[in-house]
């Protein structure tokens, strides 16, 4: 019988344990495993760089909740990143991605990856033609997505650009992270591989680094399994297994998130210290029937453009008192941020560059009211 998400969110991969019956499955904190003789593996474990029983469990759980075949877990988001380029890409091979990309995403490409003969194309993803005609130009090898994307929120269709990457050979490439599984799903919308920052949402609590690639065929996971292996970026055991508890609470979670920036940026559009909101969840967002569609909920995530420029953005994102100002997002508290001067600093001068008078709100699961007071107080400072 197959369970529902929230059930495999909680008991895939974590099968009880069958020496003590431990109902949490112990952190194997080993890097090596004894042989019954020489080759005489336990379960087939050797060696913790190849596996280790933490980040199975993590795998298993991963591939469950996209819908693969099978998961790979490593130390960050960008090294899963870069162990996805690893496998896929040669010298001579194309990257389109969308113009507003993850800061790191773009420069891992632009910068460790194009003097490796890779070249790169930014493209508006939520322009069809655009991107047909971008990856028709000349033979490509991934179209990665984002979506919604960060930090201007842009929703773009991962089925019609899976239609679009396959007809032009392309790997399609889809970022998860802002969304989470528990929301959006790009493997059932014809995406070929799943891209996770779980330093995010998936773990939940700001406290762990850590990146996955999902995917639902046999030979890009072999491809990924030996990249995972032979360069070693992998997971640790404790890492793994603070993401593991992370995502046992990830559907309420997200769905208190959802609600919260849902008040939150019904809460701030019209103040007149703002200039635009941008979520998804707003019915005037471009990307709002769009999202309704291809996504369960609005997610957490949303951004505000003040008037009174760089000035104003920086006095708004420095005088919140519930909302922390720090990078990262996804996690149960609060967090603001400041992408032109903190995580979009890599794009500035770029065509990926954010508005300067933009200010990121990663809404945590705190009580609603304490969040739309500080966020309201924190405007009305600009005035
Ligand atoms: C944070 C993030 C990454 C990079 O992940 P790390 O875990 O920081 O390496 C990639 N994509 C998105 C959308 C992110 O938010």
């Known amino acids: 019988m197959t369970h529902s998400f929230e059930t495999r969110a909680i008991h895939d991969g974590q099968e009880f344990d069958p020496t003590t019956g ?45 819908g693969g075949s099978a998961a790979f877990s490593f130390a960050s988001g960008l090294a899963a990143e870069d162990s996805l380029l690893r496998a896929v890409l040669s010298p001579g091979s194309r990257v389109v991605m969308g113009n507003d990309v993850y800061g790191g995403t773009h420069r891992l490409v632009n910068r460790v990856w194009k003097p490796w003969g890779i070249t790169l194309d930014t493209v508006d ?21 984002e979506t919604p994307s960060n930090p201007m929120m842009k929703i773009s269709d991962i089925g019609a650009l899976a239609e679009i990457g396959h007809a032009a050979g392309a790997l399609v490439v889809v970022d998860n992270t802002f969304a989470s599984p528990y929301i959006q799903q790009p493997l059932a919308l014809g995406a070929d591989v799943v891209v996770h920052s779980t330093t995010k949402y998936l773990g939940g609590h700001s406290d762990t680094v850590g990146g996955a690639l999902v995917v639902n065929d046999d030979d890009l996971a072999e491809k990924i399994g030996f990249v995972q292996f032979g360069v070693g970026a992998v997971s640790a055991p404790m890492e793994a297994w603070l993401t593991i508890r992370g995502i046992k609470t990830l559907g309420v979670r997200v769905d208190r998130h959802s609600e919260n920036a849902q008040a939150v940026a019904e809460a701030v559009v019209g103040h007149p210290a703002v200039e635009k909101v941008y979520y998804p969840g707003l019915p005037e967002h471009p990307g709002h029937e769009l999202a309704s569609r291809q996504m369960k909920r609005f997610g957490g995530m949303l951004s505000i453009a003040v008037s009174g420029g760089a000035p104003a953005a920086k006095r708004f994102a420095e005088s919140t008192e519930v909302f922390q100002l720090a990078e990262s997002l996804g996690g149960v508290e609060s967090l603001i941020g400041y992408p032109s001067e903190m995580t979009h600093a890599s794009v500035r001068g770029t065509a990926l560059e954010v508005p300067e008078n933009l200010v990121r709100l990663s809404v945590g699961i705190e009580s609603v009211d304490d969040l739309v007071a500080d966020v309201t107080r924190a405007l009305g400072t600009l005035g």
């Open 22 to 66: 431990a109902v949490v499955p112990p952190i194997y904190q080993t890097s090596t495993f004894v042989q019954d003789g020489i080759g005489g593996f336990r379960g087939g474990y050797e060696y913790a760089r190849s596996a280790n029983p933490t980040r199975d469990s993590l795998q298993t759980v991963l591939a469950s909740l996209e």
């Open 125 to 145: 993803m939520t322009d069809l033609d655009q991107v047909r005609e971008a990856v028709q130009a000349s033979q490509t090898t991934l179209l990665w997505v």
